[in-house]
């Protein structure tokens, strides 16, 4: 494939933004996004690995796979269907301040529970 024919699709690609098409030349994302339509194994941190082939990548090095096998730590394989979110730890909240408002809000909606549930034992 000629240098230009990776640039024309990268450019082609109707998902791209600017941010992404940056993303594509200044980062390794770009190696990534060479590789779609190819199995590939992906490393992730805690040394367990995903191996499947690569349907799209963006700018931030998002991979979304088909016929995807997940291999934990131990050795075990799992083939995943759906989404990787059941696997996947969550991610930490993000800490905001809360408002008096929400407070308030928060406050309100526990004592609407507790008298619901306070009514039900009583019945």
Request: some cysteine; glycine content about 8%.
């Amino acid at each position: 494939m000629a240098e230009g024919d990776s640039a024309e699709t990268v450019h082609n690609s109707r998902s791209a933004s600017k941010r992404d098409i940056f993303g594509y030349y200044n980062t390794l994302s770009g190696l990534v996004k060479g590789l779609e339509g190819k199995y590939t194994t992906i490393d992730l941190r805690n040394e367990c690995c995903v191996t499947g082939k690569i349907i799209k990548v963006d700018g931030g090095m998002n991979v979304e796979m088909r016929d995807v096998i997940f291999y934990d730590s131990r050795g075990g394989e799992q083939l995943i269907e759906g989404q990787l979110t059941q696997l996947m730890a969550p991610s930490k909240a993000v800490k905001e301040k809360r408002t008096f408002k929400t407070l308030r809000a928060e406050r309100y909606n526990k004592e609407i529970v507790q008298s619901v549930f306070v009514d039900k034992s009583s019945t």
